[in-house]
Protein backbone atom coordinates (compact mmCIF):
# COMPACT_ATOMS: atom_id res chain seq x y z
CA UNK A 1 0.00 0.00 0.00
CA UNK A 2 1.40 3.54 -1.04
CA UNK A 3 1.65 6.38 1.59
CA UNK A 4 -0.17 9.60 1.03
CA UNK A 5 3.58 11.61 0.48
CA UNK A 6 3.61 9.06 -2.25
CA UNK A 7 0.74 9.46 -3.65
CA UNK A 8 0.47 13.26 -3.48
CA UNK A 9 4.31 13.11 -5.40
CA UNK A 10 2.46 11.27 -8.03
CA UNK A 11 0.00 13.80 -8.79
CA UNK A 12 2.31 16.38 -8.45
CA UNK A 13 5.09 15.19 -10.86
CA UNK A 14 2.89 13.04 -13.04
CA UNK A 15 5.31 9.80 -13.15
CA UNK A 16 3.46 6.23 -12.33
CA UNK A 17 3.11 4.53 -9.25
CA UNK A 18 4.77 1.02 -9.38
CA UNK A 19 3.17 -0.78 -6.60
CA UNK A 20 -0.70 -2.65 -7.02
CA UNK A 21 -3.42 -0.24 -5.33
CA UNK A 22 -6.78 -1.55 -4.74
CA UNK A 23 -9.98 0.67 -5.97
CA UNK A 24 -13.25 0.88 -7.41
CA UNK A 25 -15.53 0.51 -10.67
CA UNK A 26 -18.94 0.35 -11.53
CA UNK A 27 -20.98 -1.48 -14.85
CA UNK A 28 -24.70 -2.53 -15.97
CA UNK A 29 -25.13 -6.54 -15.43
CA UNK A 30 -26.02 -7.15 -18.99
CA UNK A 31 -26.85 -10.68 -20.18
CA UNK A 32 -25.03 -11.83 -17.13
CA UNK A 33 -21.97 -9.88 -18.23
CA UNK A 34 -20.01 -7.05 -16.42
CA UNK A 35 -20.97 -4.34 -19.25
CA UNK A 36 -19.12 -0.52 -18.88
CA UNK A 37 -20.56 2.04 -19.60
CA UNK A 38 -17.77 3.92 -20.57
CA UNK A 39 -16.87 4.13 -24.34
CA UNK A 40 -13.50 4.60 -25.31
CA UNK A 41 -12.84 8.03 -26.89
CA UNK A 42 -11.60 6.61 -30.13
CA UNK A 43 -13.98 3.78 -30.57
CA UNK A 44 -15.00 4.42 -34.05
CA UNK A 45 -11.27 2.73 -34.71
CA UNK A 46 -11.68 -0.47 -33.12
CA UNK A 47 -12.54 -3.67 -35.02
CA UNK A 48 -16.03 -5.12 -33.53
CA UNK A 49 -14.07 -7.94 -31.12
CA UNK A 50 -11.64 -5.00 -29.83
CA UNK A 51 -15.11 -3.05 -28.95
CA UNK A 52 -16.75 -5.83 -27.51
CA UNK A 53 -13.51 -6.04 -25.46
CA UNK A 54 -13.46 -2.54 -24.59
CA UNK A 55 -17.23 -2.91 -22.93
CA UNK A 56 -17.25 -6.42 -21.81
CA UNK A 57 -15.73 -7.84 -19.09
CA UNK A 58 -15.32 -11.69 -19.72
CA UNK A 59 -13.86 -12.55 -16.75
CA UNK A 60 -12.38 -11.70 -13.22
CA UNK A 61 -8.91 -10.28 -15.08
CA UNK A 62 -8.87 -7.22 -17.51
CA UNK A 63 -6.46 -6.31 -19.63
CA UNK A 64 -7.35 -2.66 -21.24
CA UNK A 65 -6.28 -2.41 -24.83
CA UNK A 66 -5.61 1.15 -26.52
CA UNK A 67 -7.99 2.38 -28.46
CA UNK A 68 -5.55 4.87 -30.57
CA UNK A 69 -2.30 2.96 -30.73
CA UNK A 70 -2.13 -0.77 -31.85
CA UNK A 71 1.71 -0.86 -30.25
CA UNK A 72 1.08 0.85 -26.87
CA UNK A 73 1.00 -1.88 -23.70
CA UNK A 74 -1.50 0.52 -21.41
CA UNK A 75 -1.45 2.91 -19.79
CA UNK A 76 1.24 4.95 -21.82
CA UNK A 77 1.95 8.56 -20.71
CA UNK A 78 0.68 10.82 -23.10
CA UNK A 79 -2.83 8.48 -24.21
CA UNK A 80 -5.39 7.74 -22.66
CA UNK A 81 -5.48 4.24 -22.49
CA UNK A 82 -5.73 2.01 -19.12
CA UNK A 83 -8.24 0.83 -16.95
CA UNK A 84 -9.44 3.35 -15.00
CA UNK A 85 -10.22 3.23 -10.92
CA UNK A 86 -11.50 5.55 -7.89
CA UNK A 87 -10.25 4.83 -4.67
CA UNK A 88 -13.75 5.61 -2.24
CA UNK A 89 -16.30 3.49 -3.51
CA UNK A 90 -19.33 6.08 -1.90
CA UNK A 91 -18.03 7.79 -5.03
CA UNK A 92 -18.41 4.73 -7.34
CA UNK A 93 -21.80 3.85 -5.89
CA UNK A 94 -22.35 7.64 -6.60
CA UNK A 95 -21.72 7.75 -10.05
CA UNK A 96 -23.44 4.82 -10.62
CA UNK A 97 -26.68 5.67 -9.45
CA UNK A 98 -26.58 9.60 -11.13
CA UNK A 99 -25.71 8.03 -14.20
CA UNK A 100 -28.72 5.45 -14.36
CA UNK A 101 -30.94 8.41 -12.81
CA UNK A 102 -29.47 11.01 -15.36
CA UNK A 103 -29.53 7.99 -18.26
CA UNK A 104 -26.24 9.04 -18.69
CA UNK A 105 -24.82 6.04 -21.16
CA UNK A 106 -21.58 7.10 -22.25
CA UNK A 107 -21.16 4.31 -24.47
CA UNK A 108 -24.12 5.14 -26.41
CA UNK A 109 -26.03 1.66 -26.21
CA UNK A 110 -28.53 2.35 -24.02
CA UNK A 111 -28.84 1.69 -20.31
CA UNK A 112 -31.95 -1.11 -19.70
CA UNK A 113 -34.06 0.38 -16.95
CA UNK A 114 -34.50 -2.82 -15.17
CA UNK A 115 -30.90 -4.17 -15.30
CA UNK A 116 -28.84 -4.75 -12.04
CA UNK A 117 -25.63 -2.23 -11.39
CA UNK A 118 -22.87 -4.33 -10.20
CA UNK A 119 -19.87 -1.84 -8.05
CA UNK A 120 -16.53 -3.87 -8.08
CA UNK A 121 -14.15 -3.69 -5.54
CA UNK A 122 -10.51 -4.51 -7.69
CA UNK A 123 -6.79 -4.85 -7.34
CA UNK A 124 -5.03 -2.66 -10.00
CA UNK A 125 -1.65 -3.76 -11.74
CA UNK A 126 1.24 -1.02 -11.80
CA UNK A 127 2.14 0.54 -13.40
CA UNK A 128 -0.47 3.34 -12.51
CA UNK A 129 -1.38 7.05 -13.53
CA UNK A 130 -3.07 8.76 -11.11
CA UNK A 131 -4.64 12.65 -11.22
CA UNK A 132 -6.88 14.23 -10.82
CA UNK A 133 -10.27 14.31 -11.68
CA UNK A 134 -10.92 15.68 -14.96
CA UNK A 135 -14.74 15.72 -14.01
CA UNK A 136 -14.72 16.81 -10.70
CA UNK A 137 -16.71 13.71 -9.68
CA UNK A 138 -13.71 12.28 -7.66
CA UNK A 139 -11.03 13.64 -5.58
CA UNK A 140 -8.40 11.54 -8.24
CA UNK A 141 -8.46 8.78 -10.28
CA UNK A 142 -5.94 6.03 -11.34
CA UNK A 143 -5.18 4.56 -14.93
CA UNK A 144 -3.71 1.44 -14.32
CA UNK A 145 -2.39 -1.78 -16.51
CA UNK A 146 -4.87 -3.95 -15.66
CA UNK A 147 -6.79 -5.89 -12.38
CA UNK A 148 -8.19 -8.33 -11.05
CA UNK A 149 -11.96 -8.39 -9.80
CA UNK A 150 -12.03 -9.13 -5.70
CA UNK A 151 -15.78 -8.78 -4.69
CA UNK A 152 -19.11 -7.66 -6.46
CA UNK A 153 -21.44 -5.68 -5.01
CA UNK A 154 -24.71 -6.15 -7.12
CA UNK A 155 -28.04 -3.65 -6.84
CA UNK A 156 -30.99 -5.10 -5.25
CA UNK A 157 -33.21 -5.15 -8.51
CA UNK A 158 -31.48 -8.83 -8.25
CA UNK A 159 -33.21 -9.51 -5.75
CA UNK A 160 -37.07 -10.71 -6.80
CA UNK A 161 -39.72 -9.68 -4.67
CA UNK A 162 -41.16 -11.77 -1.66
CA UNK A 163 -44.41 -12.22 -3.84
CA UNK A 164 -42.36 -12.80 -6.79
CA UNK A 165 -43.53 -15.78 -9.06
CA UNK A 166 -41.54 -19.10 -8.61
CA UNK A 167 -39.80 -18.79 -11.44
CA UNK A 168 -38.91 -15.21 -11.43
CA UNK A 169 -36.92 -16.40 -7.85
CA UNK A 170 -35.04 -19.34 -9.88
CA UNK A 171 -34.09 -16.80 -12.40
CA UNK A 172 -32.36 -14.43 -9.97
CA UNK A 173 -31.01 -17.36 -8.25
CA UNK A 174 -29.56 -19.17 -11.30
CA UNK A 175 -27.98 -15.84 -12.58
CA UNK A 176 -26.08 -15.00 -9.33
CA UNK A 177 -24.61 -18.91 -9.90
CA UNK A 178 -23.63 -17.81 -13.28
CA UNK A 179 -22.12 -14.44 -12.07
CA UNK A 180 -20.33 -16.49 -9.72
CA UNK A 181 -18.99 -19.37 -11.94
CA UNK A 182 -18.24 -16.56 -14.45
CA UNK A 183 -16.40 -14.70 -12.19
CA UNK A 184 -15.15 -16.81 -9.26
CA UNK A 185 -15.58 -13.98 -6.66
CA UNK A 186 -17.83 -13.77 -3.64
CA UNK A 187 -20.85 -11.64 -4.74
CA UNK A 188 -22.90 -9.34 -2.13
CA UNK A 189 -26.77 -8.11 -2.86
CA UNK A 190 -26.57 -4.59 -1.47
CA UNK A 191 -23.68 -2.23 -0.62
CA UNK A 192 -20.70 -2.74 1.61
CA UNK A 193 -21.10 -2.30 5.40
CA UNK A 194 -19.90 1.18 6.14
CA UNK A 195 -20.10 3.03 2.54
CA UNK A 196 -22.50 5.85 3.22
CA UNK A 197 -24.20 6.73 -0.35
CA UNK A 198 -25.97 10.10 0.23
CA UNK A 199 -24.11 13.19 -1.57
CA UNK A 200 -26.04 15.73 -2.57
CA UNK A 201 -29.36 15.34 -4.18
CA UNK A 202 -28.23 12.34 -6.67
CA UNK A 203 -28.03 8.90 -5.36
CA UNK A 204 -30.18 8.23 -3.18
CA UNK A 205 -29.17 4.43 -2.49
CA UNK A 206 -32.66 3.47 -3.22
CA UNK A 207 -31.36 0.68 -5.31
CA UNK A 208 -28.67 -0.66 -2.68
CA UNK A 209 -30.54 -1.92 0.75
CA UNK A 210 -27.53 -2.02 3.21
ZN1 LIG B 1 -2.51 4.34 -25.74
Known sequence: MISAEELDAALKTGDPIQTAMTGWRWWELSDGWLRSPFQHPHAERLSSAALERSFIWPRREFRPICPRNGEHVPPVADCTCGVYFSPRPYDIFWAAEKARELDMDYAGQGFRPDSPLVV???????????????????????????????????????????????????????????????YRVPITAGRPEGVELFRGTMGSGKRWAP
Not at 121 to 132: H, M, R, S
Open 120 to 182: GLLEFKPPIYVYLDRFNQFGWEGRAAGATIKRLFISDAILPPAHARPEDKWRAQSLLGLLKTR
